[in-house]
């Protein structure tokens, strides 16, 4: 019986190693999205950043075959807070299809919330995009260009910026995130508004905080 015990333990904490050292990998690969992203010609540019509320990076969003593919993909998201950036909440981003363009490519996205009143809806348990809040894809060179869009939203793979669609897309928790960041389970608005950032995802605050510098 205590051999079963210690096995099982074992086992457990086996499963929470390996779900931190997934979410600690998943954050450097968002900050090398952002730096990657806020460096070249036809990413985010500073003013967009410099005017967005939340920032939601999603790295390797994979995209299943072109038109019917499901998409899905796990990031995190942070808000502005006391002149700063919150601590970040999982999420996940999850669609029914991005458009030939990209074909079965993995990508990294970069969303923009430019609407503090949004914000609320934004960190719910589901906020669909294209519904919940115009979107528009960042540059503004495609067909999906809208001045009056209120998400902005940025795609790279293999170190090509390309056009795509976010219509229909939700984000929604990542609860399996969040418990290997923080030990627990929150709501987005939870973490965000009273979260204090664990030392794992100081990292992304901190290129947050340096790309969005004045």
Same mark, same amino acid.
């Given at each position: 019986?205590?051999?079963?015990?210690? &096995?099982? &333990?074992?086992?457990?904490?086996?499963? #929470?190693?390996?779900?931190?050292?997934?979410?600690?990998?998943?954050?450097?690969?968002?900050?090398?999205?952002?730096?990657?992203?806020?460096?070249?010609?036809?990413?985010?540019?500073?003013?967009?950043?410099?005017?967005?509320?939340?920032?939601?990076?999603?790295?390797?969003?994979?995209?299943?075959?072109?038109?019917?593919?499901?998409?899905?993909?796990?990031?995190?998201?942070?808000?502005?807070?006391?002149?700063?950036?919150?601590? @970040? #909440?999982?999420?996940?981003?999850?669609?029914?299809?991005?458009?030939?363009?990209?074909?079965?490519?993995?990508?990294?996205?970069?969303?923009?919330?430019?609407?503090?009143?949004?914000?609320?809806?934004?960190?719910?348990?589901?906020?669909?995009?294209?519904?919940? #809040?115009?979107?528009?894809?960042?540059?503004?060179?495609? #067909?999906?260009?809208?001045?009056?869009?209120?998400?902005?939203?940025?795609?790279?793979?293999?170190?090509?910026?390309?056009?795509?669609?976010?219509?229909?897309?939700?984000?929604?928790?990542?609860?399996?995130?969040?418990?290997?960041?923080?030990?627990?389970?929150?709501?987005?608005?939870?973490?965000?508004?009273?979260?204090?950032?664990?030392?794992?995802?100081? @990292?992304?605050?901190?290129?947050?905080?340096?790309?969005?510098? @004045?």
């Amino acid at each position: 019986m205590r051999a079963s015990v210690i &096995l099982a &333990l074992s086992i457990i904490g086996a499963g #929470a190693i390996s779900a931190a050292n997934d979410v600690t990998a998943r954050v450097n690969r968002a900050v090398a999205v952002l730096d990657s992203m806020t460096a070249g010609k036809g990413g985010v540019k500073a003013e967009q950043l410099a005017n967005a509320d939340c920032v939601a990076v999603i790295p390797g969003f994979k995209k299943g075959a072109a038109v019917v593919g499901v998409g899905y993909g796990r990031g995190f998201i942070s808000c502005r807070k006391d002149g700063g950036w919150s601590a @970040p #909440a999982a999420v996940k981003l999850e669609s029914g299809s991005l458009g030939v363009q990209v074909g079965g490519e993995e990508i990294d996205i970069v969303v923009l919330s430019l609407d503090p009143s949004k914000r609320a809806k934004l960190l719910s348990e589901r906020f669909a995009i294209g519904t919940d #809040a115009s979107a528009a894809w960042g540059n503004g060179k495609t #067909a999906h260009e809208d001045p009056n869009a209120k998400i902005l939203f940025f795609g790279h793979t293999k170190g090509m910026f390309g056009g795509f669609g976010l219509d229909g897309a939700t984000l929604s928790r990542d609860e399996s995130g969040d418990k290997a960041l923080y030990g627990k389970s929150g709501s987005n608005g939870e973490i965000v508004d009273g979260g204090a950032t664990p030392a794992a995802a100081q @990292p992304l605050i901190a290129k947050l905080s340096a790309v969005t510098k @004045p």
